[in-house]
């Protein structure tokens, strides 16, 4: 899911750099969403993980 938000996002610098506003910032905000989306799933499996690790050493 990173790499889909780096490529948007460097869709996005090309494409403000070439003049397309419109496509440069729907490129811009596909890629913020992709980033937080894999930063919430991050830390979701981050929480499963350490307290499943609790879990087994118990």
Known sequence: MIK???IFA???VVAS????????GTA?????FL?????VIFLIFLV???VA???IVK
């Open 4 to 6: 889909w938000a780096i």
């Open 10 to 12: 460097i869709i996005a």
């Open 17 to 24: 750099i070439l003049g397309f506003g419109g496509i440069a």
């Open 28 to 32: 811009a905000g596909i890629a913020k």
């Open 35 to 39: 980033a937080i989306a894999a930063l």
């Open 48 to 50: 499963l993980g350490v």
């Open 53 to 55: 690790g609790k879990k």
